[in-house]
């Protein structure tokens, strides 16, 4: 070992004495290059593919025919294209905002009050409570709830009817008016783990004396979330806002496992229909417009997302 | 000898080939040693098709020594979204179930994916086995249409719907068996007046629809069907037929006969609310019949739809050749041996529906009515396949509006509306 560092010691004095020296950046940037090329071919290549195939009519076997714009003219028309974007709208609601403006609560109040009151110990099991559903592979939780929200024997119905709100018994999954709320409530329950979790971790950081002398200034639990926990945690509610909002945008366990985009389309989401178009309507060429739109669009609120992080960074 | 740096880079290129290489998947994992017939197929193991295919094993491995059938269980969904990659790729197996009907097995057959199977099916006497309506979907023309060209599958059982209905309730509730469309109206008033809902529905499945189609099919002819199915002629969805289907169904949902909550339910809750006693009267496929044989706890019974010359059905899932598939002769004798006398006599006895059994040899009571039924079905020429079949991602059109229907959020005017977009945009141009 201390040979071969010698003769690597050796050798970079030999290559300095005649060459201007190398940076770090230089030396590091060869071992980006397997990542870069497994990039390449996992995500770009594919990706690449994808819109070629988007601007083709081609039925997912034989030959692709170029279309041209075609399959984007079509989805510019295509009113369930934009109902499932709308649904999507609802889903950034109930995966992104809602979560984040709880998790934030919840974590302050974990490791403000529970986590002082009662013990590191105590909010840690509730925070792993909290994180469990971040844990369940997607299409156990959707099988669960389906199940909960069962219109005839579902749990939630027979709960209300035995504390007796049998008039508040709802077809949950089966009721246009209420499907996407229902998804979207199991959602919620789904995400909220992971602002938690992130929220509860960059709260460690915050300087203790902060509050101390908040407190002292006699600044209330409310003063102290608003003017110290929620600037301070900055960088992490971007982060936490941005993820959640692409999976947001992407969900599509969910919706497969709860209602199959039904009823009637209630609950369609870009994903979702991508897929149906794809694999059901073997409109090959279609699906993948669809998903390129969806990728592009992810692709800009991420970067939006890491614009506004950037300038939160110290 | 390589510099650190050119060895990281010749690793990186190495990696990204075999992940290339990995991303089109061009893996060969068959065998044309003729020492191995690998077959795919989703039927369950307990299924009468289960039971009766894994005897064809059986007797396949003792006729064939040395010969090692590779079997895998997929399922249908598998099966259903990647057949064209599989196929297109050389990992294919020799043999496979598929499903039948112009946007399945004909799409692949208009692709030229699945082996003509023309010359084995008058050589080996298939052809001569199945009847007309049932070899309907073996066959298919240049444009992947069912119904006549070359053959591309072989079925070799058979399905249809009718009514299954529990006998201890129609008892409890002083309801006799219906024997027109007027007493079976009429048996629902009596179950709707005593506070318990007849039909059992699964809209988010295919239970609704098939419904619909029933009710459509009361006023059609084969004609009808003809335009329909296989494009001879012109298809109308505000027609006397489909707007009879549409609006009797909307009205059977204001009436009660269906729960408004089953616009979510799937066919398994359909199934369920019959097994356990809830509905008295599922109408559904002849596939669920093994499984009511062994699930319900009551005593039950089936009749066909009343005043109704057709009903859903056709022959079964089809064995299709793959066109790569590397033992085909391994394959034809397969597909021979599921068609002997002993393997559909199996099937018969075990709950399905054969369709070259021996008439004499099927013992189960049940199983003969249901298999009796049938053969006059067919031998009327009353199967009318299946709703969802003429273009691709009917279906879900399909589910998606008749939802809409149970929960009253379309009316049927505007639902056969919607049909009829989507029939148009996917049926091939006249």
Redesign the interface.
């Known amino acids: 070992m201390t040979v071969t560092v010698e003769r690597n010691a050796r050798a970079v004095g030999k290559s300095n004495a005649q060459k201007p020296p190398r940076g770090p950046r230089d030396s590091y940037a060869?071992?980006l290059?397997?990542g870069a090329?497994?990039f390449?071919?996992?995500i770009v290549?594919?990706f690449v593919m994808n819109t070629y195939v988007s601007f083709t009519d081609w039925?997912?076997?034989?030959s692709p025919e170029w279309s041209g714009l075609a399959n984007y003219r079509e989805l510019m028309d295509d009113s369930e294209f934009w109902a499932s974007f709308r649904h999507s709208l609802f889903m950034v609601v109930a995966m992104a905002a809602i979560p984040t403006a709880l998790g934030l609560v919840l974590a302050a109040a974990l490791f403000d009050y529970v986590g002082k009151h009662f013990g590191s110990r105590t909010a840690a099991v509730l925070r792993a409570c909290f994180y469990l559903p971040q844990v369940l592979p997607i299409a156990v939780a959707g099988i669960v709830w389906s199940w909960i929200l069962?219109?005839?024997d579902g749990s939630l119905n027979a709960l209300l009817k035995a504390i007796g709100l049998g008039s508040w018994q709802q077809?949950?999954?089966?009721?246009?008016d209420l499907?996407l709320y229902s998804v979207m409530g199991v959602m919620i329950w789904v995400q909220l783990g992971f602002p938690l979790v992130i929220f509860m971790a960059g709260l460690q950081r915050v300087d203790p004396q902060l509050y101390e002398a908040a407190e002292l200034d006699g600044a209330g639990w409310w003063r102290r979330f608003w003017h110290i926990t929620l600037p301070q945690i900055r960088p992490e509610i971007y982060v936490v806002l941005t993820w959640c909002s692409i999976a947001a945008l992407k969900v599509f366990g969910a919706v497969y496992v709860l209602?199959?985009?039904?009823?009637?389309?209630a609950t369609d989401v870009p994903s979702y229909f991508s897929f149906?178009?794809f694999?059901?309507?073997?409109?090959v060429g279609y699906g993948a417009a669809i998903s390129t739109v969806l990728t592009v669009l992810i692709l800009a609120l991420s970067l939006i997302g890491l614009r506004l992080q950037e300038r939160t960074d110290p | 000898m390589l510099t650190?740096?050119r060895r990281?880079?010749a690793?990186?290129?190495v990696?990204?080939g075999s992940?290339?290489v990995a991303?089109c998947g061009d893996s060969d994992s068959g065998s044309s040693d003729g020492k191995t017939l690998r077959l795919w197929h989703y039927e369950g193991p307990t299924s009468a098709m289960g039971i009766a295919w894994k005897e064809a094993i059986k007797e396949f491995e003792t006729k064939h020594p040395g010969v090692k059938v590779e079997f895998e269980e997929k399922s249908f969904d598998q099966i259903?979204?990647t057949a064209?990659?599989v196929?297109?790729s050389s990992d294919a197996p020799d043999l496979m179930e598929y499903n039948k009907g112009n946007?399945t097995a004909g799409?692949?057959s208009?692709?030229?994916?699945l082996t003509d199977l023309t010359e084995e099916a008058t050589k080996r006497g298939w052809d001569k086995k199945l009847s007309p309506s049932v070899r309907t979907t073996s066959l298919y023309d240049t444009n992947g249409v069912m119904g006549s060209g070359k053959w591309y599958g072989v079925p070799n059982y058979a399905e249809y719907t009718l009514v299954y209905y529990n006998k201890d309730l129609f008892k409890k509730y002083g309801v006799a068996e219906p024997k027109t469309f007027a007493e079976l109206t009429a048996a629902m008033d009596t179950f709707v007046a005593k506070g318990v809902t007849p039909l059992a529905n699964g809209?988010?499945a295919y239970p609704a629809q098939q419904y619909l189609y029933q009710l459509a099919l009361s006023k059609a002819d084969r004609s009808w069907v003809d335009a329909y199915q296989l494009y001879k002629g012109k298809t109308d969805f505000h027609d006397a037929a489909w707007t009879y289907g549409a609006e009797t169904f909307a009205d059977w949902v204001k009436k009660g006969y269906f729960?408004?909550?089953?616009?979510?339910?799937n066919e398994e809750?359909a199934g369920v609310?019959f097994t356990s006693g809830?509905a008295p009267i599922l109408f559904s496929g002849s596939w669920w019949y093994g499984r009511f044989k062994t699930d319900n706890k009551f005593d039950w019974g089936t009749f066909r739809w009343p005043d109704s010359k057709l009903t859903l059905g056709s022959g079964g899932n089809l064995w299709v050749v793959p066109k790569g598939s590397k033992n085909k002769d391994l394959a034809y004798d397969f597909i021979d041996i599921t068609m002997s006398k002993k393997i559909q006599n199996l099937l018969g006895n075990s709950g399905g529906v054969p369709v070259a059994a021996d008439a004499s040899a099927i013992t189960d009571p049940q199983s003969k009515t249901l298999i009796d039924d049938f053969n006059t079905l067919s031998k009327n020429d009353g199967l009318a396949f299946y709703p969802d079949w003429p273009v691709?991602?009917f279906?879900?059109v399909l589910?998606?509006?008749t939802?809409?229907l149970?929960?009253g959020?379309?009316k049927p005017d505007d639902y056969l509306s919607d049909l009829q977009e989507a029939y148009d945009k996917?049926a091939p141009k006249q």
Request: net charge positive; aromatic share 4%.
């Open positions: 060869l071992f290059l397997p090329l497994a390449l071919a996992v290549l594919p039925q997912g076997v034989g069962a219109p005839d077809d949950w999954l089966g009721d246009p499907a209602t199959k985009g039904g009823p009637g389309g149906t178009t694999f059901e309507k073997t409109q | 650190a740096r990281v880079v690793a990186a290129v990696l990204t992940l290339l991303s259903q979204k064209p990659m196929l297109n946007a799409l692949l208009k692709q030229g994916l809209g988010a729960s408004k909550s089953s616009s979510g339910q809750a609310s809830k691709p991602g279906y879900d589910v998606s509006g939802q809409k149970i929960t959020s379309e996917g």
